[in-house]
């Protein structure tokens, strides 16, 4: 894992659907190039897939992330998947768990969640959404077709929508600059031992741009307010600097604690994104009705 790889891998989490091409511009490297890297970094495991990540306020709720302590199995966290308004779940190296939830009340959606999974959170915190607008019923319809084919093409989606190439195109671009939605890389768990990739989360007030100087390669990938958590895709040269990142982070004002975070899988709840767009769809249809 080289410089270069961990900026396309940071390029990849802002917009995955971006071509060989400008992915190179952005790198000084050649498409080939470009594929080449993706396609080694997707069979050491580093690049799992592809996926829609979405701002629920475009359902009209609210974006919640749930944490549980260690010793969960995937088969527990295939069963928080399917747990009311989860629209996915991280399942951690250390075996703890990260829940995703939609609903329209925070307090109430984290109370379902734990009676269902019978055991209480270690914390959850509540993220603020920078999207503001309204999807039409042609966004409705090209989002549908989009989350179970993230990277399908212009064209592809032209055919399943029914809608012409240059409306798919232009819709398409208001979803992702409006920043309802991004079209991002799924990372996991590197198949070998010698990758320094890794996911941290910081809670503190302690600024960003602080943080990115002690870390260096870091990129902010979620962040929560009531409780302020930062959650951070960072890149180091070695073991030794990774543990002297560690113990300069908590030096730092602001900062209440550092975790670092590898997840082994992410469980997606598609059917349950599916359903709130088709709702979507149909109430649409109804009002023109």
């Known amino acids: 894992m080289d410089a270069k790889d961990f900026r ?8 995955a659907r971006q071509s060989f091409r400008s992915l190179g511009r952005r790198l000084s490297l ?14 050491r495991g580093i690049v799992q897939g592809y996926w829609v990540s979405i701002d629920p306020t475009i359902f ?3 974006d919640v992330l749930v944490s549980f302590d260690k010793e969960w199995t995937r088969a527990d966290a295939v069963r928080a998947s399917e747990a009311p308004d989860v629209a996915w ?3 951690k190296v250390d075996g703890g768990l990260t829940v995703e939830l939609w609903p329209r009340d925070a307090k109430r959606g984290v109370e379902t969640l734990a ?14 959404s920078g999207w503001t607008g309204k999807l039409s019923g042609l966004d409705w319809r090209i989002l549908d077709s989009l989350i179970d084919t993230p990277l399908e093409s212009i064209e592809d989606l032209s055919n399943s929508t029914g809608l012409s190439p240059k409306t798919v195109r232009s819709h398409l671009a208001r979803l992702t600059q409006s920043e309802a939605i991004y079209v991002v890389a799924r990372l996991g768990l590197p198949a070998d ?4 990739v890794y996911n941290l989360v910081v809670s503190g007030r302690g600024p960003f741009a ?19 958590r930062k959650y951070l895709f960072c890149r180091a040269d070695s073991l030794g600097e990774l543990t002297q990142t560690l113990e300069n982070l908590r030096r730092l004002p602001g900062v209440e604690s550092v975790q670092v975070s590898l997840n082994r899988e992410m469980i997606l709840q598609t059917e349950f994104v599916h359903r709130l767009v088709r709702e979507r769809i149909s109430g649409g249809a109804r009002s023109r009705r």
């Open 8 to 15: 396309l891998l940071a390029i990849l989490s802002e917009d």
């Open 30 to 43: 050649s498409a080939p190039a470009i594929r080449e890297r993706l396609r080694r970094l997707e069979g």
């Open 60 to 62: 009209g709720r609210e």
């Open 89 to 91: 779940v991280a399942w």
């Open 115 to 128: 009676r269902f999974l019978g055991r209480r959170p270690s914390w959850h915190g509540t993220a603020e």
């Open 193 to 196: 031992s010698g990758v320094l």
């Open 210 to 228: 602080e943080l990115k100087r002690v870390i260096g390669d870091t990129v902010l990938i979620h962040e929560t307010k009531n409780q302020p």
